[in-house]
T-cell receptor, first 110, second 115 residues
Framework: AQRVTQPEKLLSVFKGAPVELKCNYS??????LFWYVQYSRQRLQLLLR??SRESIKGFTADLNKGETSFHLKKPFAQEEDSAMYYC????????????FGTGTRLLVSP | SAVISQKPSRDICQRGTSLTIQCQVD?????MFWYRQQPGQSLTLIAT?????????ESGFVIDKFPISRPNLTFSTLTVSNMSPEDSSIYLC????????????FGEGSRLTVL
């Protein structure tokens, strides 16, 4: 079975502090992992994909198959990073069908 | 990219009634997806709406409860039938234009409250 776990419902940090949003997954094959973000009053949107190995808005995420994790990191949080973040997994059913975690709300205070 | 419009954005419904949610996309897409997000829960895929064929439902979801139409490549509807308070959720339409694997575009969602 495919499962995504985000253990933290809320992560509160001060501006300039490092951020790490945790994501663990369960999948027997080779997964594709994604981070989606939902800013206040906006739609859910793709932030980044592990296969592209890119940094978006200063965020990076590395897939660790040994620990089955895909944590989202940013060295210096900004107030505009405050949002709901969802980790998602796609297995052998195709890229389009995603299994989402329950989400972590990131709150960056000035 | 794709712009998705969902209607209604929210509604309050009585137990036992049915409600149809509409999803309009500004471009032709092959696959459209319907997700449900119950309060405090994750997004759960209900079904994949395919044009010209019956929708494909995920485990735990059935056509009698969530009938779906897909008359063309830009439009789909999801009906929540014989509603109960447990159906109170946000229902989201999403599409994948296919340019970037795993990139879903979402509608604003339809927040249903069943009394």
């Amino acid at each position: 079975a495919q499962r995504v776990t985000q253990p933290e419902k809320l992560l509160s940090v001060f501006k300039g502090a490092p951020v790490e949003l945790k994501c663990n997954y369960s999948y027997s094959g080779s997964p594709e992992l994604f981070w989606y973000v939902q800013y206040s009053r906006q739609r859910l949107q793709l932030l980044l994909r592990h296969i592209s190995r890119e940094s978006i808005k200063g965020f990076t995420a590395d897939l660790n198959k040994g620990e089955t994790s895909f944590h989202l990191k940013k060295p210096f949080a900004q107030e505009e990073d405050s949002a709901m973040y969802y980790c998602a997994l796609s297995g052998n059913t195709g890229f389009q069908k995603l299994v989402f975690g329950t989400g972590t709300r990131l709150l960056v205070s000035p | 990219s794709a712009v998705i419009s969902q209607k209604p954005s929210r509604d309050i419904c009585q137990r036992g009634t049915s409600l149809t949610i509409q999803c309009q996309v500004d471009s032709q897409v092959t696959m459209m997806f319907w997700y449900r997000q119950q309060p405090g829960q994750s997004l759960t895929l209900i079904a994949t709406a395919n044009q010209g064929s019956e929708a494909t439902y995920e485990s735990g979801f059935v056509i009698d409860k969530f009938p779906i139409s897909r008359p063309n490549l830009t439009f789909s509807t999801l009906t929540v039938s014989n509603m109960s308070p447990e159906d109170s959720s946000i229902y989201l339409c999403s599409v994948t234009p296919g340019n970037i694997p795993g990139e879903l575009f979402f509608g604003e969602g339809s927040r249903l409250t069943v009394l």
